[in-house]
Every structure is written in C-alpha cells, then in structure tokens.
C-alpha cells in the first residue's frame, strides 16, 4: 500500500483522530443548493459555545447525525471531539466539545451501532503504525470504553452497520499489504467473526448500507489508484456480486444513505455528487459540492439533508 491517507466514513457516526487540513462544515439543504453550516476555512481550534458558521475547525475527521440532527465532528492533532446542536428556537448552530477518544487515530472507521454506542474501530497512530482496537463512545454518559479488538489490524478501511444489527468492516489493510477479510462485529456479544472475502480487494473505499440489506463497497485504490469499482455484499448469504461502476472512479471518498434510499459518493477528489439507486443499479449526478476534497466524511440527516465534514483540497 502506498503512504496512507485519510479515509472517513461517515454512516451516523463520528470518531476523533488527526489530518493536517481543514474546509468548512457544508450541506445539501435542497436539491441543487449546498450551504456552509460550520468553519470559516481557516485551520485552528476556537468556537466553543458559539455560531457554528464562525467556529475553526482543525482537521475534522467524521460526523455523525444524532438526536435532532446534531452533529458529532472530531478536532484534528489530538483525540476530542466536538458536536453542534441548533439552539432552540433560532435555527443557528453552536459547538461544544465532547469526552476525549482513549487514543487518537486516523485512517480508521467507525459507526454508530444498533446499542446506540458509536463505534471508533482500528486506523493508526500520528506515526502510521495500524491497531485493531475498538473503542466505544456513550453518548448518554460522555465515556468512552475498549471493546473487544479486531482479529487483525486495520486501516483505510469502511466500517458499516447492517440491518442484521452486526457492524462490518471491510477494505483497507495494514501497513504494507491491502487485507481482503471481511470481519463482523457483534456488539450485543463482543466477539468478531471473518466473513466472505472481498470479490475486489482495495483500501480509500467508501460503503454504505442500503434498506434492501445489501452492503455497497465504493471506488478506493488496487494496485492502482483510483477506480471504479462498486461491490455488494450480502450479509444474509455471505456472498459478493459486481454492481454498476461509479461513472468517476476515485478514492478518498465518503458515501451515505439518504432518506430516499439513494446512497450518495461525494468528491475523492472531485466535486460531483452522485446518486446510486441499488434497486436499478444505475447511476445519476447530483448537485456539485462546493469544494472538492479528500478524506472528508459524509452523513445523511433524518431531515432528508446531507452533511460533508473536512478533508482536504
């Protein structure tokens, strides 16, 4: 594998860990119409209790949509987390910081599962090397708590909850070699099992769970960078099968499942959005983002609105 770069998934959830540039906070609040919510675009941490639009961000990794549409974002350069809420009544949004990771990470996955804890699995240190731990964020007590560790290490990788309650990861690798093991996650047990392995193995993904069951890993690099490719995984049948390719192959990527039960691929490192219907397995292209980026995270709202965190230019 080459250098590694930041990989954000960002399927309800959010996590902390390190990138070394920053863009605003943006959403797609109709079609064809994306509107900066947080960041002025300067890279620094300062907003704490204020307009979310005025806050800087230094390096948000993830999000995640909680109760209300609140939004759960990561600071770059150590292991807090941060979360904008909508103050009552006035529609405008604020920043508070949340409980520290255990460990900062980057180029990992996580996901909020079906226990409602939101999970931070594998990635690596400032220096690159790969972990297989899981930690585990309560939002009701602001803690943090180990879970029971990956069979292997893991990074660049997507992590995504699946409609069976188990939480998979899938893609990536560790520091030399692309892994193609799909691992399983129980969290109402605590243990992992390997699956089937990826028809395409490759890291820098995207994946997004569909509500037909299915699993749709995005893009990301092989032995070249970047590419097309669009996989689906059947959890229920432990079995793979190629889908439509992304019409623009790319890596670095961040996808999510709207409201509609479209999943959308955003930038890595282009501007486009596009749209993917798993039941015709067609593609289409959306509204442009406003700014292309790498290693951002993407996360659909229960208010039919999608939110683009970070990355970089």
């Known amino acids: 594998?080459?250098?590694?770069?930041?990989?954000?998934?960002?399927?309800?959830?959010?996590?902390?860990?390190?990138?070394?540039?920053?863009?605003?906070?943006?959403?797609?609040?109709?079609?064809?119409?994306?509107?900066?919510?947080?960041?002025?675009?300067?890279?620094?941490?300062?907003?704490?209790?204020?307009?979310?639009?005025?806050?800087?961000?230094?390096?948000?990794?993830?999000?995640?949509?909680?109760?209300?549409?609140?939004?759960g974002i990561a600071r770059a350069g150590n292991s807090s987390s941060r979360r904008i809420t909508a103050a009552s009544g006035s529609g405008s949004l604020s920043w508070a910081t949340k409980a520290s990771m255990p460990a900062a990470r980057r180029n990992l996955g996580a996901v909020q599962g079906s226990d409602g804890e939101i999970y931070a699995i594998g990635g690596t240190d400032r220096s690159?090397?790969?972990?297989?731990?899981?930690?585990?964020?309560?939002?009701?007590?602001?803690?943090?708590?180990?879970?029971?560790?990956?069979?292997?290490?893991?990074?660049?990788?997507?992590?995504?909850?699946?409609?069976?309650?188990?939480?998979?990861?899938?893609?990536g690798g560790?520091?030399?070699?692309?892994?193609?093991?799909?691992?399983?996650?129980?969290?109402?047990?605590?243990?992992?099992?390997?699956?089937?392995?990826?028809?395409?193995?490759?890291?820098?993904?995207?994946?997004?769970?569909?509500?037909?069951?299915?699993?749709?890993?995005?893009?990301?690099?092989?032995?070249?960078?970047?590419?097309?490719?669009?996989?689906?995984?059947?959890?229920?049948?432990?079995?793979?099968?190629?889908r439509a390719p992304i019409p623009t192959p790319r890596r670095g990527l961040a996808a999510a499942t709207g409201a509609d039960g479209m999943i959308y691929a955003a930038s890595g490192p282009y501007a486009a959005l596009q749209q993917y219907n798993p039941e015709t397995n067609t593609w289409s292209r959306k509204a442009s983002m406003s700014n292309a980026r790498d290693g951002h995270a993407l996360a659909a709202g229960s208010n039919g609105k999608l939110y683009a965190i970070g990355g970089w230019t």
């Not at 960002?10 to 994306?34: K, N």
């Open 174 to 242: 560790d520091s030399a070699r692309i892994l193609p093991a799909v691992l399983e996650y129980d969290p109402a047990t605590d243990t992992w099992a390997r699956r089937r392995d990826m028809l395409n193995p490759r890291y820098a993904v995207a994946a997004a769970a569909a509500p037909n069951g299915k699993i749709y890993v995005i893009g990301g690099c092989n032995q070249v960078c970047d590419v097309d490719i669009v996989d689906e995984y059947d959890p229920a049948t432990d079995t793979w099968r190629a």
């Open 1 to 71: 594998m080459r250098r590694p770069m930041t990989f954000a998934l960002a399927l309800l959830a959010f996590l902390a860990g390190m990138l070394l540039a920053t863009t605003p906070a943006a959403r797609a609040t109709a079609p064809g119409i994306i509107t900066t919510i947080a960041g002025t675009g300067v890279q620094d941490y300062s907003g704490d209790g204020g307009p979310a639009a005025g806050a800087q961000l230094a390096g948000p990794l993830d999000v995640a949509v909680g109760t209300g549409d609140a939004l």
């Open 128 to 171: 690159g090397v790969a972990y297989n731990t899981v930690f585990a964020y309560d939002r009701g007590s602001n803690t943090w708590s180990s879970r029971s560790p990956m069979p292997e290490v893991r990074q660049q990788h997507a992590a995504v909850v699946a409609s069976n309650g188990k939480i998979y990861v899938l893609g």
